[in-house]
């Protein structure tokens, strides 16, 4: 859909305010008058908070991250790195983070590609933004030195048509229930607008950061859960191995994974078995909302 990205950038802030904590500083920069860009509103979202993610590790002593939004008008397609002539917004996200070698940034938007210690992070963060703005026709440029920071600029194409307001959630009566569901997630924030979507709709939510957790809080449950929604790529154990010890305890336990990776990807990797019944990231609340209320209903 047409959609305003500093209306986006604005309705963000207090989300990557938390995410970044008390010692990075935020600071957004948005030109009056940008143009219109196709993509989705969460979408968008979750690609400055993947960057907010980055940068917040990039900086484990503090530091600031700067957001700018502005137009930019590329005649013959050479200048500042576009890809073709035309009309773009410009989105720049720039750290004063310990930045990158030239190595690490050739590797930089790889599917599973980590420059954290193991159990840290599956290296899905930049994978996924690369995916998300490609899907807009947008493209990425990444500055950075070792000791000078990092900066991203997303390149979004101008959309024509003008932007109109998103249609309201559905009411929770229409894709929300009262049925007990355990999310398992290891990243705390995604993990924590998931709980809070489905709360929000009337479910009954666990949450679980890993599979051994989510073991744990199925003891405790004691009843099954009428639906898990579990990540794919996780420290220790996969989604889908959680998925087989859970159906130990109950034959048929309903399962919803989510991921940022491809279908093809998990493929490469021995997922395939998850690939049938997939969310991929990143995803919208009222996308979430009706795949959940039709596994519940099958």
């Given at each position: 859909m047409p959609t305003d990205v500093g209306l986006v950038l604005r309705g963000s802030e207090k989300l990557l305010r938390r995410a970044l904590g008390e010692d990075v500083e935020l600071s957004l920069e948005v030109a009056?008058?940008?143009?219109?860009?196709?993509?989705d509103p969460g979408q968008?979202?979750?690609?400055?908070?993947?960057?907010?993610?980055?940068?917040?590790?990039?900086?484990?002593?503090?530091?600031?991250?700067?957001?700018e939004a502005r137009n930019a008008r590329t005649p013959d397609g050479t200048a500042a790195h576009a890809q073709r002539p035309g009309d773009w917004v410009r989105v720049v996200v720039r750290d004063t983070g310990v930045g990158m070698t030239d190595e690490v940034k050739s590797h930089l938007f790889e599917p599973f590609f980590t420059t954290k210690e193991p159990g840290a992070g599956t290296g899905l963060g930049l994978a996924t933004v690369y995916g998300a703005i490609a899907?807009?026709?947008?493209?990425?440029?990444?500055?950075?030195?070792?000791?000078?920071?990092?900066t991203f600029e997303l390149w979004l194409p101008r959309c024509e048509r003008p932007v109109t307001t998103p249609p309201p959630l559905p009411a929770?009566?229409?894709?929300g229930g009262t049925e007990t569901i355990l999310v398992v997630e290891d990243d705390p924030l995604v993990r924590s607008v998931t709980r809070r979507t489905l709360a929000?709709?009337?479910?009954?939510?666990?949450?679980?950061?890993?599979?051994?957790?989510a073991l744990q809080r199925a003891e405790e449950q004691g009843a099954a859960f009428d639906l898990v929604v579990t990540d794919?790529?996780?420290?220790?154990?996969?989604?889908?191995?959680?998925a087989?010890?859970?159906a130990e305890r109950r034959h048929g336990q309903k399962v919803l994974f989510?991921?940022?990776?491809?279908?093809?990807?998990?493929?490469?990797?021995?997922?395939?078995?998850?690939?049938?019944?997939l969310l991929a990231k990143p995803f919208t609340a009222a996308t979430l909302l009706a795949r959940v209320r039709r596994i519940l209903d099958e």
């Open positions: 009056p008058g940008l143009w219109p860009v196709l993509c968008l979202e979750q690609v400055l908070l993947n960057l907010s993610l980055n940068a917040r590790d990039a900086m484990p002593g503090g530091g600031r991250l700067t957001m899907q807009t026709g947008g493209h990425i440029h990444v500055k950075s030195e070792p000791s000078r920071g990092t929770p009566g229409t894709v929000t709709a009337g479910y009954q939510v666990v949450v679980a950061g890993d599979g051994a957790e794919v790529v996780m420290p220790a154990m996969t989604g889908a191995a959680l087989k010890r859970l989510v991921s940022g990776y491809s279908r093809e990807v998990m493929a490469e990797r021995g997922l395939e078995e998850e690939a049938p019944r």
